[in-house]
């Protein structure tokens, strides 16, 4: 069965912080890896990554894959309030995408 | 608003009854997901459909839970004799074919069984 662990459960921190987050897989055909940010109800689609060791980078967020290691990380910059959300790692194999529990990260001012 | 949207946001119902959720999906996306979520965990898997055709359907769907698609654009999700355990936020999401990990979801319909 497909397997999507994060880490850490839960972060908090104080806002102009950098933080690193994780997540390790173990799937069957392998074709994506997804970053998600869940703030109340809709996950957003953050980034895809299918190639190892090309960073994928939008503003202060950036993210990379380890194909060989099967994890990925994703770094948030001088992280801000609106930063504080859930952050999920979802991996497809075939046609679904099988998620991790997330890790839910707030932002101290 | 021509993002994915489900209906209703709230659900409240006894043990027993039947309920039916309804997600109609961005308007040139063949592909329709639903997956659901309760607290503190990632969202599951449930079904999809390309187009009308219902291709995977989880373990976790039980035989009390019935999605169709019936003309390709919006989707139900249907569960008879709901159990406490249905408890969850029902998640609806929609893709392109090409492209299909790029899933743009709804806000949920929230159950909560009485």
């Known amino acids: 069965e497909d397997k999507v662990v994060q880490s850490p459960l839960s972060l908090v921190v104080h806002e102009g912080d950098t933080v690193t987050l994780n997540c390790s897989y173990e799937?069957?055909?392998?074709?994506?890896l997804l970053w998600y940010k869940q703030e109340k109800k809709a996950p957003t689609f953050l980034f895809m990554l299918?190639?190892?060791?090309i960073e994928k980078k939008s503003g202060r967020l950036s993210s990379i894959l380890d194909k060989k290691e099967l994890f990925s990380i994703l770094n948030i910059t001088a992280t801000q309030t609106g930063d504080s959300a859930v952050y999920l790692c979802a991996v497809r194999a075939e046609e679904k995408l099988t998620f991790g529990t997330g890790t839910r990260l707030t932002i101290i001012p | 608003d021509t993002g994915v949207s489900q209906d209703p946001r709230h659900k409240i119902t006894k043990r027993g009854q039947n309920v039916t959720f309804r997600c109609d999906p961005i308007s040139e996306h063949n592909r329709l997901y639903w997956y659901r979520q309760t607290l503190g965990q990632g969202p599951e898997f449930l079904t999809y459909?390309?187009?009308?055709?219902?291709?995977?359907k989880s373990r976790l769907l039980s035989d009390r839970f019935s999605a169709e698609r019936p003309k390709g654009s919006f989707s139900t999700l249907e569960i008879q004799r709901t159990e406490q355990g249905d408890s969850a936020m029902y998640l609806c999401a929609s893709s392109l074919e090409l492209g299909a990990e790029k899933l743009f979801f709804g806000s949920g319909t929230q159950l909560s069984v009485l």
């Open positions: 299918t190639s190892s060791g």
């Open positions: 799937v069957t055909n392998f074709r994506s």
């Open positions: 459909f390309q187009n009308e055709a219902q291709l995977e």
